[in-house]
């Protein structure tokens, strides 16, 4: 697979503050790329950077094979970017929404009809092409955004946190479009989240803490690292039980947001002995495959959801 995005070495510094430190990946043509972590941890950043907002000094970005530091105009024609914020005029309809953002891109006339008509088709809102914005829902709204970011056939999309404040039926739905997209035109898609059920979507997954990189790969294959089961345990006395079951069972275990977690091999083999040798101890028990919530736990030794909250 060819590379349409290299980062070597990127790092930004708020002051005296760093935001990204030593950050290196590269992105293939046609995947969906996803960046994960808490904030603070660096996804809005390397998205400001690559939607050409931040500077890439010092460190070496390379966009469709031009340098970002030199050739920020080019790589922006073959880009579209959904923000965070919603950036849609609420007063006007979906398609003067569309219409103004064509004639920013220089397109026009028969031509960008012909571009609207295309996207609002392929995105489910041709029926609303005449409603006012405000009168949408905010998956619809979202849509709109999308269909935006696609007027001028944009090879890479960038995407930062999508679908935030929308509910679950309506983020699986984005997801379905940046999906069929990616199938029909190639597109290649890169999008922050802090939504696990998203991170797993994504063909490849960056998850970053404090600026730096703490894994990368296929969710599958990140989440295989960790081998074996998760075993979760809520205890009255969570410390004592940690270091009871450590020298009692023999058990290597750790203390995470009050609860107690051991990652191994076949771990439901020990809720029998955990339960007949602490029957009076243990609150509650769960057990289950790694998550990549399991997955930043292990290389940090925190919980990404604590982290967020």
């Known amino acids: ?94 398609r003067e929404n569309l219409e103004h953002q064509g004639h920013l891109y220089g397109i026009g006339g028969v031509e960008l009809q012909k571009r609207m008509d295309r996207d609002l088709d392929r995105l489910g809102l041709k029926d609303r092409s005449r409603d006012k914005v405000k009168t949408l829902s905010g998956g619809l709204q979202r849509r709109v955004e999308l269909a935006k970011a696609l007027l001028n056939n944009p090879e890479l999309m960038i995407l930062d946190e999508p679908s935030t404040g929308l509910d679950p039926a309506a983020r699986r739905e984005f997801w379905n479009h940046l999906e069929s997209l990616r199938k029909e035109q190639g597109m290649t898609v890169l999008v922050t989240t802090h939504y696990l059920e998203e991170a797993d979507r994504c063909d490849r997954l960056l998850i970053l803490d404090k600026g730096q990189k703490v894994a ?28 009871a079951v450590g020298e009692k069972l023999k058990v290597k275990a750790q203390l995470l947001s009050g609860f107690i977690q051991i990652e191994q091999p076949k771990a439901h083999n020990l809720v029998a002995p955990l339960l007949e040798t602490f029957p009076n101890e243990i609150l509650s028990l769960t057990i289950g495959l790694p998550t990549l919530e399991d997955v930043f736990i292990h290389k940090t030794g925190r919980r990404l959801m604590e982290e967020r909250e």
């Not at 995005?5 to 969906?32: C, M, P, R, T, W």
């Not at 922006?76 to 970017?81: K, Q, Y």
């Not at 969710?219 to 940690?242: C, F, S, T």
Request: aromatic share 8%; charged share 25%; hydrophobic share 40%.
């Open 216 to 243: 990368l790969g296929n969710p599958d294959q990140l989440k295989a690292e960790i081998g074996g089961e998760v075993l979760r345990m809520r205890a009255k006395n969570p410390e004592e039980l940690m270091k």
């Open 1 to 94: 697979m060819d590379d349409l995005i290299e980062v070597d070495n990127l790092a930004y510094h708020y002051g005296s503050k760093a935001a990204l430190e030593g950050l290196s990946f590269s992105v293939g043509k046609g995947e969906i790329f996803g960046f994960l972590g808490p904030n603070g941890g660096g996804k809005t950043t390397t998205f400001k950077v690559l939607s050409t907002l931040f500077s890439c000094k010092p460190g070496q970005v390379k966009m469709f094979g031009l340098d970002l530091s030199k050739d920020k105009i080019a790589i922006r024609r073959r880009m579209g970017i959904v923000f965070q914020m919603p950036a849609l005029d609420k007063q006007l309809t979906v």
